[in-house]
């Protein structure tokens, strides 16, 4: 079976613009998470799907991020307008729900000048 | 909310020596514990789980030891070898939040030769 899979893998970005992030989750799980990797803030979760509801928005970017799971299958965040401090690693993950273990994706990594 | 503390954030060993990474939380309710481990440039990959009803879980070369008491949460390497290398996060889940995971700031091991 395949595992999480994200596009792509590396993002430049000139500060201002849209871009949209692309996450695939494991065939079968309910759940979808993104989340933000930085080293000094770690592993922040953004947005939190429930077969395709979203259960989470992640509160403090609620403004310029926005995850969409428009069928089981799919699921996109965008972030408009970039800024500098937006530059990381964006992790999607995924599971089947409940006590499952999150499977993490191999991530994109955002390079915003 | 959940808080969970890791530490050390950065250590360094022997080949050979063992090493010791814990974490502390603070929602007594916690149930469901992860370690995950993340090598340079890869995404998290899952390196066990516990349930808040077991206390020691062996995997192959390290320990997990659950103190539901203190409200600790250790990883315990044995005998580290250079494929250690990479940094280890644990995660925890409680009843807040639906399935969330509240994950820890990570430690960057090394394993020098």
């Known amino acids: 079976d395949a595992g999480v899979t994200q596009t792509p893998r590396h993002e430049v970005a000139e500060k201002g613009q849209t871009i949209i992030l692309k996450c695939e989750p494991v065939?079968?799980?309910?759940?979808l998470f993104w989340y933000r990797q930085t080293k000094i803030q770690g592993l922040e979760l953004l947005s939190y799907f429930r077969s395709k509801s979203l259960m989470e928005d992640g509160g403090a970017f609620k403004d310029r991020f926005k995850a969409e799971m428009l069928n089981s299958s799919f699921s996109t965040l965008k972030i408009q307008p970039t800024e500098p401090k937006d530059s990381a690693v964006y992790l999607c993950?995924?599971?089947?729900?409940?006590?499952?273990?999150?499977?993490f994706g191999p991530g994109t990594r955002l390079l915003v000048l | 909310g959940e808080q969970v503390e890791q530490r050390p954030p950065h250590l360094s060993v022997r080949e050979g020596d063992s090493a010791v990474i814990t974490c502390t939380y603070t929602?007594?309710?916690?149930?469901?514990f992860f370690w995950y481990k993340q090598e340079p440039g890869a995404s998290l990959q899952l390196l066990m789980k516990?349930?808040?009803?077991?206390e020691i879980n062996e995997g192959q070369g390290f320990t997990v030891l659950l103190n539901k008491k203190d409200k600790r949460l250790s990883l315990n390497l044995t005998a580290a070898h250079p494929g250690d290398s990479a940094a280890y996060f644990c995660a925890v889940k409680n009843t807040e939040g639906a399935d969330r995971l509240t994950f820890g700031k990570g430690t960057q091991l090394i394993i020098q030769p």
């Open positions: 993950a995924s599971s089947l729900g409940g006590q499952d273990t999150q499977y």
């Open positions: 516990v349930f808040s009803s077991t």
């Open positions: 065939s079968g799980h309910n759940d």
């Open positions: 929602d007594p309710n916690s149930y469901y």
